[in-house]
T-cell receptor, first 111, second 114 residues
Framework: SQQGEEDPQALSIQEGENATMNCSYK?????LQWYRQNSGRGLVHLILIRSNEREKHSGRLRVTLDTSKKSSSLLITASRAADTASYFC???????????FGAGTRLFVKA | ETGVTQTPRHLVMGMTNKKSLKCEQHLGHNAMYWYKQSAKKPLELMFVYSLEERVENNSVPSRFSPECPNSSHLFLHLHTLQPEDSALYLC?????????????FGSGTQLSVL
């Protein structure tokens, strides 16, 4: 069953611009994670933010979490053509262990 | 390289065939997962194993049969599949089975059922 829903479904930007992707979910969560997938490949874990955290950084990535609105955002700063991929949010419900993924945002960064 | 290897990378099979997908992880993890990724749909969790014991079968049809002989290997046995089963099948592992584990994915097997 789908938990997170990403917005937008697709995003096209110029190299150097920032990319923002949003994720909304429905139930109480333990944590929210973001993953990246290059075309036809497996997913790669980017960052995990716990339910008691509001913001987290990793390199050019910045993730925010608003549990009152049940939403998260992923910001990629100074994007590069190599950032072209699909990005997925994933959640684990409170008390659970299953990682449930959203449908993803396809990001295209033009050189 | 994520430490999770899936074979084959591509598989074409007829509806009456029997085939198996293989996943091997070299990370010393104790939990393994099968996910299905169909075009324009979210990843669907199929099966979860922890220390070789199946802990989750997410209402998957019996034509998919998982096997976990040890904590490093996971198989998905396929028989009498339907065309709608065509998808990318992804294997993943995590250190333990728990709420704050991150998943390490293989590159997947792209399955086409004719």
């Amino acid at each position: 069953s789908q938990q997170g829903e990403e917005d937008p479904q697709a995003l096209s930007i110029q190299e150097g611009e920032n990319a923002t992707m949003n994720c909304s979910y429905k139930t109480s969560i333990n944590n929210l994670q973001w993953y990246r997938q290059n075309s036809g490949r497996g997913l790669v874990h980017l960052i995990l933010i716990r339910s008691n955290e509001r913001e987290k950084h990793s390199g050019r990535l910045r993730v925010t979490l608003d549990t009152s609105k049940k939403s998260s955002s992923l910001l990629i700063t100074a994007s590069r053509a190599a950032d072209t991929a699909s990005y997925f949010c994933a959640t684990v419900n409170t008390g659970g262990f299953k990682t449930i993924f959203g449908a993803g945002t396809r990001l295209f960064v033009k050189a | 390289e994520t430490g999770v290897t899936q074979t084959p990378r591509h598989l074409v099979m007829g509806m009456t065939n029997k085939k198996s997908l293989k996943c091997e992880q070299h990370l010393g993890h104790n939990a393994m997962y099968w996910y299905k990724q169909s075009a324009k749909k979210p990843l669907e969790l199929m099966f979860v194993y922890s220390l070789e014991e199946r802990v989750e079968n997410n209402s998957v049809p019996s034509r998919f049969s998982p096997e976990c002989p040890n904590s490093s290997h996971l198989f998905l046995h396929l028989h009498t599949l339907q065309p709608e089963d065509s998808a990318l099948y992804l294997c993943a592992s995590s250190q333990e089975l728990g709420p704050n584990e991150k998943l390490f994915f293989g590159s997947g097997t792209q399955l086409s059922v004719l």
